[in-house]
């Protein structure tokens, strides 16, 4: 359909009402998906309503704007899709997702939300738009240039008396090949209640990433039985200390005691964590450089390579339970010497020297990125957006 602007006319919305899935595909011209009857500069318009939509999956539309022809944000304010399940969003050039304004049961029930290569998102989850996704399961993004953070909680007020709640159904992430991305989690605030269900963290080359997690957020992961990080070549920590601190010290908007501060050093507990893998980390240091102790009761299997600055996994006390001899990989070889990181610091030639660790001229090249798109396969993402969804 190389001609078309839009998709339909409002007129047809109301005939539309069955309409469960919709799929727009390779659509060059295309600058939204409903032709609103007052035109651009009608604003306020009445609402537009798919009732029964539960699948959207829009990619490869170079011109596409909005949903509807009177915004420049892909899911304005008038939208209303009550029971979308899945979104797909593929190679699309619109900057922002949905708009702040949204209202919560407009945009309730996605379970599953895939963003690939649109190149002009720099938020997934905006400022205040963390309570619009309270059924998200899957998220992935994936190859988007300009993303700089994939959750920012920025100007949310976190008072003793306050805490906010949010993405509590979210059970796997996944952030591939975002080069920009500095942030998972931006300015968390410190009485945030959520990501207790996350189950899966897996994160690739994401080059501008200096650390994951800060206390804060790592102690909400209950539940987190895997967590994967690959070639992140800025990344020092996995959690860092500095940023809860620079927290402290700097915004108004987080009310702290003495007592909130040494919280810092407390006991962070993974129960379920299973599995960590850690691979061509070329400046990781540590695991954590702060005096948090760790502990790691069902951790069964530890795989640190490619990391040739790693001279310890952490500062403070260290429980690591069922890990042991047979279950542990340090430079691709088995290797254990009673602690980890006794271990860890009698492996340094390993993991400067292991063939894990490779680094190309050209690893900088957006044609990687374009190579991975061209791998990429529809029905994988299908497999991987919905692998739970039983």
Known sequence: LPAMKGLFPESMVKCLVQLQ??????????????????????????????????????????????????????????????????????????????????????????????????????????????????????????????????FNFEGLTARRDHAE???????????????????????????LQGFQNLTWIEIRKCDSLRYLLSPTMAKLFGNLMLLQVYECKMI?????????????????????TKEEEQMIG???????????????????????????????PSLNKLEISGCPNMKTFSSGPLSTGKL?????????????MGDLNTTIQNASELLKHDNYYEQDEDDDDDKQIEEAAEEDDDDERDKQIERDDE
């Not at 032709?35 to 537009?48: F, H, N």
């Not at 709640?165 to 989690?185: D, N, R």
Request: with cysteine; net charge negative.
């Open 324 to 336: 042991g001899e047979g279950n542990i990989s340090i430079g691709g070889q088995e290797f254990w």
């Open 21 to 150: 899935q919709l799929i727009l595909f390779r659509c060059k011209k295309v600058e939204y998906i409903v032709a609103k009857k007052g035109g651009e500069d009608e604003k306020d318009s009445e609402t537009i309503v798919f009732p029964k939509l539960t699948y959207l999956n829009l990619q490869d539309l170079d011109m596409l704007r909005s949903f509807c022809s009177n915004s420049d944000i892909l899911f304005p304010k008038q939208v209303f899709l009550p029971n979308l399940e899945t979104l797909y969003l593929g190679r699309i050039s619109v900057v922002h997702i949905v708009d702040y304004q949204m209202q919560g049961g407009s945009f309730h029930k996605p379970r599953g939300l895939d963003v690939s290569y649109c190149e002009k998102v720099f938020n997934v989850v905006a400022p205040g738009q963390q309570k619009l996704f309270p059924n998200l399961q899957f998220l992935r993004v994936n190859g988007c240039c300009e993303l700089e953070a994939v």
């Open 266 to 296: 407390d006991t962070i507990l993974f129960p379920q964590l299973k599995e960590i893998s850690i691979t061509n980390l070329e400046n990781l240091n540590c695991f954590c450089s702060g005096n948090c102790e760790f502990q790691f």
């Open 236 to 256: 020092e920590e996995i959690i860092d200390t500095e940023e809860d601190l620079l927290k402290i010290k700097i915004l108004d908007e987080i009310v702290t």
């Open 165 to 191: 709640v949010t993405l509590g159904q979210l059970k796997s992430l996944e952030l591939f090949y975002l080069p920009k991305l500095m942030h998972v989690w931006r300015m968390v605030p410190k009485n």
